[in-house]
């Protein structure tokens, strides 16, 4: 296969070609909701996911100078910085800035792509894998328009890395050095959780050293600058010792032999181990191998088994062939073409062996859940990128003629390109993410930050925590870095529980929460047990039913915010709570049914999932068995926007209920216990405690109310 190295200019076009491909396909996004008002606040389209919200509160803060303690802002976090920097300089609002970031960030992936290819001499090679790369499936779900998120750069850095890598060992000349713990360290800032992988390229590179070059002193030195990367030391101390180095490794070549070089190797890789370098992975051995003591104190010993999160989070749990290939690629028959490309491409060039760390990470999505694939996009992109000039390059051995053969490449290539490429932009037209909330739903949270001060708190789920704290500027319990089964637990307790309890958790669980910032307790509901004089608690739990539980001082206020949303989680929300805290075993399970498509069979009304709602006698049949009903209950609001509710009692002995929401289109059916739970009560009937709750803003797709305690 010839090699194909362009000039500057042409690599330069090439590029510049392949970043407005990766843009205008995140554009079909735009396109498909520009018109779309309640998708729109400010006059701009808003992000559509979650987490962004944390980084654009952090960048919001950072912007106003100040946040308030134990906020759980993100302000100094490597996007937020990165966001507040890029707002003050360049001409456009905050909300447009959120908006396109992903999408100009995720697309410069297209630049160590073809770095990479550069390096090999493979530049077309380089302009394929480009396109391919910067729409595969995972990635562009994770760089698109809107994806306000630190995935915008968690590839595009360790590709830059990986580049480094190869083109230094391409070069092997000392001044090219600096780009190794440049990107390696850029990467760590950007994105924490990318040790792993770090760790993982500084392996592949001491491996494919001792395997291919073990007498090359020029790999030592590569080593010896990943390791002062990662050191954990001050970063002036690490610019300085790797200044130093670089300027003796650079000038005084003579005076470094391989004993010399082995010595500073060691003395690094040691002070790496000395200041914390290793620590991740000690610490895992250490939580395997020893066992702390235990206390004395029956508190300190006491151990609540909590609902894990990570039961109900998809992106953890294992996925089918055919999904990871397609993230991957587009088409599973392009992710199998591709892993031949790439196994024969490490066979032309055994550099790129180097990238075996981000196809191991991006492989172990078939067990780890579909974040990881992402990681093995740039690699798949430049295998099948090689695989198709690969098979070009065989019709030389029966096409003589020149012209025909230079056409017959182009056209097999050319195709060869649409055929990766069509998956993927199909894709991109039909992922139609939403916005994280709608027009209405942020009037909501706008309106509650005009009444609720900086140091009040929201109580809401988790996945609702960032955008309250963006829109509202309150605090809140629950987010989506904030959702382990202690904090999860008062919260769905509070949206699931009757109204006393659900009061005296909301007020306890949030004066705690800011005492444990102080006083640094782990559990606040140990802690609440050993202030209470409870042991069991359960028994603490059943106190709160009580009007006369003894609430600490009151310091802030407390709101609920309630949306319709939540309707569709409500099972999953209710599952951190509704279950023994002493064994962890699921306590039963409520009757909760919820749905827009059904229809009327005269006699009947079939609500789908073999639910039906008799008309007349008051039954409801599930499935084979067919039960009283307690009630019927119709809410619709009037033309002046009050709700008005029509109960109809059917058997006061029955534990079932059906509500239909009328101007929503939906029936509910579920059992007393939710039926009585807070959420129902405030949002679904707006039935309050006046003792309780004070209505704050009551609209029909979100509902605040105000803790009078």
Do not use: C
């Not at 390096?119 to 790369?133: E, I, K, T």
């Not at 939403?434 to 009037?443: G, I, M």
């Not at 619709?636 to 929401?661: D, H």
């Amino acid at each position: 296969m010839q090699n194909s190295k362009l000039s500057a200019v042409n690599f330069l076009a090439l590029l510049a070609l392949s970043f407005i491909f990766s843009l205008s396909v995140r554009y079909i996004w735009i396109n498909q909701f520009k018109d779309v008002e309640s998708f729109k606040w400010n006059n701009e389209l808003m992000i559509n996911t979650n987490d962004g919200y944390a980084y654009a509160e952090g960048a919001r803060d950072m912007l106003q100078g100040f946040h308030q303690e134990n906020d759980l802002s993100y302000a100094d976090s490597s996007l937020s910085t990165t966001t507040a920097f890029l707002a003050k300089i360049v001409p456009i609002s905050f909300e447009t800035l959120l908006l396109w970031m992903p999408a100009i960030f995720g697309s410069f992936l297209v630049i160590p792509l073809m770095l990479i290819a550069r390096s090999l001499n493979q530049d077309y090679m380089g302009f394929v894998a480009a396109l391919l790369g910067s729409i595969a499936w995972s990635y562009y779900n994770r760089t698109m328009i809107g994806y306000y998120d630190t995935d915008m750069l968690v590839i595009v850095l360790p590709t830059f890395l990986l580049w480094s890598l190869i083109f230094n060992v391409a070069e092997q000349k000392n001044r090219y050095l600096p780009l190794i713990p440049l990107f390696l360290m850029l990467n760590s800032w950007w994105y924490g959780q990318s040790y792993s992988l770090n760790m993982a390229m500084i392996g592949i590179v001491f491996i494919y050293a001792m395997v291919f070059e073990r007498k090359n002193l020029f790999f030592h030195k590569m080593l010896i600058f990943m390791l002062l990367a990662i050191a954990g030391i001050f970063l002036w101390l690490k610019i300085i010792l790797m200044a130093a180095l670089f300027l003796a490794f650079h000038f005084k070549k003579e005076l470094f032999n391989s004993k010399i070089i082995f010595y500073i190797l060691v003395g690094v890789s040691l002070l790496v181990l000395a200041t914390g370098g290793f620590t991740p992975i000690l610490a895992q051995i250490k939580g395997y191998v020893f066992r702390e003591a235990y206390a004395s104190d029956i508190y300190e010993t006491m151990k609540l088994n909590y609902f894990a999160v990570n039961q109900t989070v998809r992106e953890a749990g294992q996925i089918p062939f055919e999904t990871f290939a397609n993230r991957i690629s587009g088409h599973t028959v392009t992710f199998l073409l591709s892993v031949i490309g790439y196994v024969l491409l490490s066979l032309r060039y055994r550099v790129m062996w180097l990238a075996l760390p981000m196809v191991g990470l991006g492989f172990l999505a078939l067990k780890g859940g579909l974040r990881f694939t992402v990681y093995a996009v740039p690699p798949m992109a430049l295998g099948a990128s090689y695989l198709l000039f690969f098979m070009a390059s065989k019709f030389e051995t029966f096409v003589f003629n020149d012209t025909t053969l230079r056409n017959v490449k182009i056209a097999f290539i050319s195709l060869g390109t649409v055929a990766i490429l069509y998956p993927n932009v199909k894709h991109a037209q039909e992922y139609k993410v939403p916005t994280v909330f709608n027009q209405e739903e942020v009037k909501v949270l706008d309106a509650l930050g005009k009444k609720a001060g900086r140091e009040d708190y929201v109580v809401s789920w988790w996945d609702y925590g960032y955008p309250i704290r963006y829109y509202a500027d309150v605090k809140t319990l629950l987010d989506g870095g904030k959702h382990i089964g202690k904090v999860n637990f008062p919260v769905s307790f509070v949206l699931l529980n009757d109204q006393i309890s659900a009061a005296n958790m909301a007020r306890l669980d949030v004066e705690y929460t800011e005492k444990s910032y102080k006083d640094l307790f782990d559990s606040n509901l140990i802690q609440e047990m050993k202030d209470y004089n409870f042991t069991d608690v359960e028994d603490l739990l059943v106190s709160m039913q009580s009007t006369n539980f003894a609430l600490p001082q009151k310091t802030r206020d407390v709101f609920l915010y309630l949306p319709n949303r939540m309707m569709s989680i409500l099972p999953t929300v209710d599952l951190f709570s509704n279950l023994d805290l002493k064994t962890g075993a699921q306590k039963a399970r409520p009757l909760f049914y919820t749905t827009n498509n059904f229809k009327d069979a005269g006699d009947k009304i079939l609500l789908g999932g073999g639910i039906e709602l008799f008309k007349s006698g008051g039954k409801l049949k599930i499935g084979a068995q067919t039960i009283p009903l307690h009630e019927f209950v119709v809410t619709q609001y009037n033309q002046q926007g009050k709700l008005e509710i029509k109960r109809q009692v059917m058997n006061a002995e029955s534990q079932y209920s059906v509500i239909f929401m009328k101007n929503y289109n939906q029936f509910l059916v579920l059992d007393k216990r939710l039926e009585n739970s807070t959420y129902i009560k405030l949002f679904v009937l707006e039935e309050y405690d006046s003792s309780l709750y004070e209505p704050v803003i009551l609209t029909p797709l979100a509902k605040v109310y105000k803790l009078k305690k």
